[in-house]
Nanobody
Framework: QVQLVESGGGMVQAGGSLRLSCAASRSIFSINAMGWYRQAPGKQRELVAVMSGGGILNYADSVKGRFTISRDNAKNTVYLQMNSLKPEDTAVYYC?????????????WGQGTQVTVSS
């Protein structure tokens, strides 16, 4: 298990930008995948962006071209740069770390950070 702490959320007007950070309690070099998920009120948690240890990226269709996930292994930190924000991006954003192991996978989650986009 790894402890994750998100930061960088806040309130912004539509069209604005925010950068979320996810600081891990240990090296993320060996973690198989790190990503961002979000959950809006009354909705299920959904994938926003994920980066595998090999650098493969995957984005939700709704954020392609606007959001960018990146990682800094030296700082044990994953980022989510969010541009051209829309009101429908409003949600609690969660950082996830997935480590594959024999018999399954181990998921760690941060506490979440609120992003609110006003129209």
């Amino acid at each position: 298990q790894v402890q994750l702490v998100e930061s960088g959320g806040g309130m912004v007007q539509a069209g604005g930008s925010l950068r979320l950070s996810c600081a891990a309690s240990r090296s993320i070099f060996s973690i198989n995948a790190m990503g961002w998920y979000r959950q809006a009120p009354g909705k299920q948690r959904e994938l926003v962006a994920v980066m595998s240890g090999g650098g493969i990226l995957n984005y939700a269709d709704s954020v392609k071209g606007r959001f960018t996930i990146s990682r800094d292994n030296a700082k044990n930190t994953v980022y989510l740069q969010m541009n051209s924000l829309k009101p429908e991006d409003t949600a609690v954003y969660y950082c996830n770390a997935r480590t594959l192991m024999v018999g399954g996978a181990s998921d760690s989650w941060g506490q979440g950070t609120q992003v609110t986009v006003s129209s």
